[in-house]
C-alpha cells in the first residue's frame, strides 16, 4: 500500500528565515510525486510535480526535489504570505488513478 | 477562466439523512476526481472518473457512498443514511489525464 510521511506537522519560522520540508514515501512504482500548498478552508493549490529520483523543480522560493525515497520542498528567505500548510502526494503504479496525500506540514512565518 | 466549483459550500444535516454534494469542473477536464478531508488530515481518495465512468472507486469507504458523472462534466457525490463519522469536507479536483489536479474550494458536511 502506498504511504506518505511528511515532517515535521508543524513549522515556525521567522521572516527569511530558510528551511525545508519533508516528505517520505513508499510506493510499488512512482508515477508521480506532488506538492500542493493549502491555504485554511480552500482546496489545495497545485504547486510540483516530480517523476524521477533527481529531478529539481523551481517557484519563486520554492525547491522541490527528489530521491528514490524521499522529497523535500525548500523554502528560501520565506515571507509571511507563505503560511499554510503544504501537502505531498504520490501516485503509484498499483493504484491506477489513485493519489495518496500525507497529513501536510503547517507553516508559519513570522514578520 | 473558472476554476473548479462546489456546491453547496456548507451543508448541515442530521443522522441517517440523504445528502448529495455537486461538483463542476473546469470546462475540457476529462478527470474528476473526489476526496474527503477530516480536520487535520490530508485528503483521502474516494474515486475517478475518466469522462462518464467511475474508472477507480477504491477509495469509497462503503455502499453509502455513490458518485455519478452522467454527461462527463458536472458530478454529484451521494451518500445514503448518513453518520457522524462520515463530517468531513468534501474536495473536488479535475484534470486533463495524467496532469496536475486543479481543486474546488469543498463542501464542508456536518452530520449532527
Known amino acids: 500500500e502506498d504511504q506518505v510521511t511528511q515532517s515535521p506537522e508543524a513549522l515556525r519560522l521567522q521572516e527569511g528565515e530558510s528551511s525545508s520540508l519533508n516528505c517520505s514515501y513508499t510506493?510499488?512504482?512512482?508515477?508521480?510525486l506532488f506538492w500542493y500548498r493549502q491555504d485554511p478552508g480552500k482546496g489545495p493549490e497545485f504547486l510540483f510535480t516530480?517523476?524521477?529520483a533527481g529531478e529539481e523543480k523551481e517557484k519563486e522560493r520554492l525547491k522541490a526535489t527528489l530521491t528514490k525515497k524521499e522529497s523535500f520542498l525548500h523554502i528560501t528567505a520565506p515571507k509571511p504570505e507563505d503560511s499554510a500548510t503544504y501537502l505531498c502526494?504520490?501516485?503509484?503504479?498499483?493504484?491506477?488513478?489513485?493519489?495518496?496525500f500525507g497529513i501536510g506540514t503547517k507553516l508559519q512565518v513570522i514578520p | 477562466g473558472a476554476g473548479v466549483s462546489q456546491t453547496p459550500s456548507n451543508k448541515v444535516t442530521e443522522k441517517g439523512k440523504y445528502v448529495e454534494l455537486r461538483c463542476d469542473p473546469i470546462?475540457?477536464?476529462?478527470?474528476l476526481y473526489w476526496y474527503r478531508q477530516s480536520l487535520g488530515q490530508g485528503p483521502e481518495f474516494l474515486i475517478y472518473?475518466?469522462?462518464?465512468?467511475?474508472?477507480?472507486d477504491s477509495g469509497l469507504p462503503n455502499d453509502r457512498f455513490f458518485a455519478v458523472r452522467p454527461e462527463g462534466s458536472v458530478s454529484t457525490l451521494k451518500i445514503q443514511r448518513t453518520e457522524r463519522g462520515d463530517s468531513a469536507v468534501y474536495l473536488c479536483?479535475?484534470?486533463?489525464?495524467?496532469?496536475?489536479?486543479?481543486f474546488g474550494p469543498g463542501t464542508r458536511l456536518t452530520v449532527l
Open positions: 510506493v510499488s512504482g512512482l508515477r508521480g
Open positions: 472518473f475518466q469522462g462518464t465512468g467511475a474508472a477507480d
Open positions: 502526494a504520490i501516485k503509484g503504479t498499483g493504484g491506477y488513478q489513485k493519489v495518496t
Open positions: 516530480l517523476y524521477s
Open positions: 479536483a479535475s484534470s486533463h489525464p495524467g496532469n496536475e489536479q486543479f
Open positions: 470546462s475540457g477536464h476529462t478527470a
